[in-house]
Nanobody
């Protein structure tokens, strides 16, 4: 059973930074990509950023987050990080880590991923 554990969320003032971490473990799996999504109250889960191992560690971002967020990770350790800078109240959400083990389409849709973490709350105060 694959388990993902996120950490690093919390309360931060507008303009501040946070770094989220996610570690996947358990079972026998080979991830082809890892990603971050977020979900604000009353809204659908939305794509934040992805790191695709088999494509030269290619990175993908939602347009509104380019330049503020940065994804990185270690394929051998099945870990991924999300550095978030210049946070604003609209970034307040639960942030979820996801792992893709299949070789289907990638990487910006919820359905592309096989395993999910429980989420970590990020709250940005104005």
């Amino acid at each position: 059973q694959v388990q993902l554990v996120e950490s690093g969320g919390g309360l931060v003032q507008a303009g501040g930074s946070l770094r989220l971490s996610c570690a996947a473990s358990g079972g026998t799996f080979s991830s082809t990509a890892m990603a971050w999504f977020r979900q604000a109250p009353g809204k659908e889960r939305e794509f934040v950023a992805a790191l695709r191992w088999r494509w030269g560690d290619a990175t993908y971002y939602q347009d509104s987050m380019k330049g503020r967020f940065s994804i990185s990770g270690d394929n051998a350790k099945n870990t991924v990080y999300l550095q978030m800078n210049s946070l604003n109240p609209e970034d307040t959400a639960v942030y979820f880590c996801a792992v893709k083990t299949n070789r289907g389409s990638c990487c910006q849709n919820v359905g592309d991923y096989d395993y999910w973490g429980q989420g970590t709350q990020v709250t940005v105060s104005s």
